[in-house]
């Protein structure tokens, strides 16, 4: 996992201690923590115990642990059920049928549609360095990670946002053997959705992490922001900086992790870029500006950034050591590294 929350994976932090009474003097952890293992990817919820809530006489109500894995398991049956939706294997996701090869108007679930539609902008908006309608090489991938130059050259004929078209709910394809691949949003997708349910859950603040990604919500007591740790490459649990962020999520992709395809000839993206990590308040939207910006490298990251078509901040550590953040990360202060 590339990223961590500072007063969860650095146990040394104080410990993450508060007060269970004003006269008691008790001491209690500040989260409930969990995981799942979802084979790819481990989603871990930090919860906090406090409901910032007090009894009739005054003292602190916090929530039981059974409460809160009550909540946690809610948030694995939301995770799944966002994977299962984009899945373009499953017979009974949207995509699946979308991906047929057939010339047809296909009626899809008002969700799909618009993360379909969110993901053709952002194709757009990144001059295809972000491109979903790549199934036909992905499958091809699949069957063969080396195929013949001609089969590829074919399935890169079936790629590209003009082969799928959207009006209304309804999803047609002007190449029927075009396929949508959301793949590299599928972090994004389903992180979305995990923090809406918590957003509208009990839990007054938390964060979660999934894979190389984290999102935090609600307020943390005296509006502190939340602290998340973008680890280095080298395998150990040691930071490279930290984001300072009160809302919205960090995604990181990097060379360590298999960095990003390259969307015009299907080979690995070739970056100046060591790592990125994107901070966005659109978790779809940051999930594919990380793979999108790692593939650019970080003159065109750049351009992207200045032309303001999709707002984020990025910080890039460049191949050569050095490491820059984008000039609204740099005024606000979201950014710190670590000190040697």
Do not use: W
């Amino acid at each position: 996992m590339n990223i961590f929350l500072r007063g969860a994976a650095l146990l040394c932090v104080a410990a993450v201690l508060f007060s269970l009474g004003a006269c008691s003097g008790e001491q209690r952890e500040e989260y409930y923590e969990n995981s799942y293992n979802a084979g790819d990817d481990v989603l871990s919820a930090y919860f906090a115990y406090d409901t910032m809530e007090e009894d009739t006489d005054g003292n602190r109500i916090y929530f039981t642990n059974d409460e809160l894995e009550e909540i946690f398991d809610a948030c694995c049956d939301v995770y799944a059920d966002a994977l299962r939706a984009i899945d373009p294997a499953d017979s009974a996701s949207d995509l699946f049928e979308i991906n047929q090869p057939v010339d047809a108007i296909f009626d899809i679930d008002a969700q799909i549609i618009d993360l379909l539609d969110r993901s053709l902008a952002l194709a757009d908006a990144t001059d295809g360095f972000y491109q979903p309608v790549f199934g036909s090489v992905t499958q091809l991938l699949q069957e063969n990670s080396q195929p013949d130059a001609a089969l590829l050259e074919e399935a890169l004929s079936h790629t590209g946002v003009d082969k799928i078209a959207i009006e209304g709910n309804s999803v047609y394809k002007t190449d029927p053997l075009a396929q949508a691949d959301l793949t590299a949003l599928k972090n994004g997708y389903a992180l979305e959705k995990i923090i809406a349910y918590l957003q509208e859950s009990s839990v007054v603040y938390g964060f979660v992490t999934l894979g190389s990604c984290a999102g935090v919500f609600g307020t943390k007591p005296e509006g502190d922001p939340f602290e998340i740790g973008i680890l280095a490459d080298a395998g150990e649990a040691s930071a490279e900086g930290y984001a300072h962020i009160d809302s919205g999520y960090v995604f990181v992709v990097s060379d360590a992790l298999g960095g990003a395809i390259n969307y015009t000839d299907g080979s690995a993206a070739e970056s100046d870029l060591a790592k990125v990590a994107v901070l966005s308040e659109d978790a779809v939207a940051g999930d594919a500006l990380a793979h999108a910006l790692y593939a650019m490298g970080y003159d065109r990251g750049l351009e992207l950034y200045a032309a303001g078509a999709v707002p984020f901040e990025a910080v890039f550590y460049l191949k050569d050591g050095s490491v820059e953040v984008t000039e609204g990360a740099y005024r606000a202060g979201v950014y710190s590294a670590v000190k040697a």
